[in-house]
């Protein structure tokens, strides 16, 4: 009896192991079929929880830059229920406003014309500038709820919000009124904030006429004009000597320990690499230091440096100051061109160093390199808009400044600028520059542009140097022809300024 127990008390644990072993392998089996499920489970909740959270951000962060796009097309929508806001300087003057007829149709006009042509833009025919950038706020009406019901009741259109820019405009018509007949450009820039207070580019057109001016281009006579062209961001010139600023700070660079014991001795022309380097006028300079090289705009002096520099070195210090790079700004412009590189040929270096051969620039940029050395090697991101306002004048938006980066050493921005101050002391710009109750820091530049001897004329300076006020930049076109020097144009506005 007790062997016929422990048999089937056997047989009972044999059949329990073998079901729980069964089970087991049940068990595993699901896990397997099941993983697949899991992981698309776990992803779909991943996904879930990556949209709920992207939609937060945009909504906090993006939606209003996505929806104010200056290309978004659907802006124009509103201008059936708002009269379009006004331009207005940062002094309070109104260079572009709306009036709307009994029908509602409503005209834009500019009460400056030509003045603030390119920085205002039109509002026709694709709209350019301003009229462009800040096309939906200006389509936008914040004014009082109970106005805006009444205008709705009454089908008449809400008053859209004013775009309150960064330009002065005494400094503005300062600038125009310089720069005369002569095509080229200006432009104004706060180095310690980035607000543009200056931007005038000339050939330029009247705003109240686009319909005209539209015609005229596409005629046969103006299929080649270029006066739609902001020369301030888009114009691009060969920087001349105003590239000096970029070839002394790389000779620094290369020399940190002696670049102070640089001398040379000028006889106002040379050979370097087989390429002749004259001096302006051949002009004979004589024995001069580091510091009267850059005053006194000595080719042969920065031809000679040249003939030292590694040239990958070379390109990497163009590049930290942003050629070859896209710029920190909103509006439209044309990216600056330095070609230089390890494998470039010798003879490409002594035109290069001067600001001649492939090198490339807008006045845009010019400033904002002077703008780094100005503001201790930092860049504040230029722009325009300063603030958005509703028709009764209280604050909708404010556009704050913005860092954009450290270009320079604080101690590179500081040797550059006592050399800069030399320039207007005593070398190049001395004639407009120097003996004012204000001190400038800065270069002119001589650009050949053809074949001929035509040449362009460059200034790029800031006043103030201790504690910087403001950046000029100016492009004067053909100075060869005109005789109207860009340091005089500079001049003109830094008066201004101090009055």
Request: aromatic content about 12%.
């Amino acid at each position: 009896m007790r062997k016929k127990k422990k048999d089937l008390d056997y047989n009972q644990q044999a059949q329990q192991n073998e079901y729980l072993a069964k089970e087991k392998a049940k068990i595993k089996k699901n896990k397997q079929k099941n993983k697949p499920i899991i992981l698309i489970t776990y992803i779909m909740v991943a996904v879930f929880i990556w949209l709920i959270g992207y939609i937060i951000y945009f909504m906090e962060f993006k939606a209003e830059s996505i929806i104010a796009n200056s290309r978004n097309i659907r802006h124009d929508n509103f201008a059936d229920v708002v009269e379009r806001g006004d331009i207005i300087t940062s002094d309070g003057v109104v260079i572009a406003t709306s009036n709307t007829d009994a029908d509602g149709v409503t005209t834009r006009s500019y009460p400056y014309g030509n003045m603030f042509a390119h920085v205002v833009g039109y509002d026709s025919y694709g709209k350019a500038g301003l009229e462009l950038q800040g096309n939906f706020y200006m389509l936008r009406s914040n004014i009082n709820i109970f106005e805006k019901l009444y205008k709705e009741l009454m089908e008449e259109k809400n008053r859209g919000d004013n775009l309150i820019t960064t330009i002065d405009y005494a400094l503005q018509e300062a600038a125009y009124n310089a720069l005369g007949g002569c095509d080229g450009a200006v432009i104004a820039i706060e180095p310690d904030t980035g607000k543009i207070r200056v931007m005038v580019s000339k050939p330029d057109y009247d705003p109240n006429n686009i319909d005209d001016v539209w015609s005229y281009l596409q005629s046969d006579e103006g299929a080649d004009s270029s006066i739609l062209l902001n020369r301030a961001t888009q114009g691009m010139y060969a920087p001349g000597s105003t590239f000096k600023v970029v070839s002394l700070l790389e000779y620094i660079r290369e020399n940190p320990d002696d670049y102070e014991d640089y001398t040379y001795e000028c006889v106002g022309e040379s050979i370097f690499d087989s390429v002749r380097i004259h001096c302006s006028n051949q002009k004979v300079h004589g024995y001069e230091n580091i510091d009267e090289c850059l005053a006194n705009s000595c080719n042969c002096a920065f031809a000679d440096m040249g003939t030292t520099f590694d040239y990958d070195s070379y390109k990497a210090t163009a590049e930290d100051l942003l050629f070859n790079s896209e710029l920190p700004y909103q509006g439209d412009y044309s990216g600056s061109v330095f070609d230089i590189d390890g494998d470039s040929r010798k003879d490409e270096l002594p035109q290069t160093v001067i600001g001649q051969g492939n090198t490339e620039i807008t006045p845009l940029h010019n400033a904002m390199i002077m703008c780094a050395i100005a503001n201790d090697g930092v860049l504040m991101q230029p722009y325009l808009m300063e603030e958005i306002e509703n028709d009764d004048g209280g604050s909708v938006k404010k556009f704050p400044e913005k860092k954009y980066g450290q270009l320079i050493t604080e101690d590179e921005a500081e040797i550059l600028t006592e050399y800069l101050k030399g320039v207007c002391e005593y070398g190049t710009a001395s004639g407009y520059m120097s003996g004012l109750s204000y001190e400038v820091a800065g270069k002119t530049g001589t650009a050949e542009y053809d074949d001929e001897g035509h040449t362009n004329s460059w200034f790029v300076g800031f006043s103030n140097p201790d504690d910087p006020d403001l950046v000029i930049c100016v492009i004067v076109e053909d100075y060869s022809s005109n005789g109207v020097s860009a340091t005089y144009v500079a001049r003109q506005i830094f008066d201004v300024l101090y009055q």
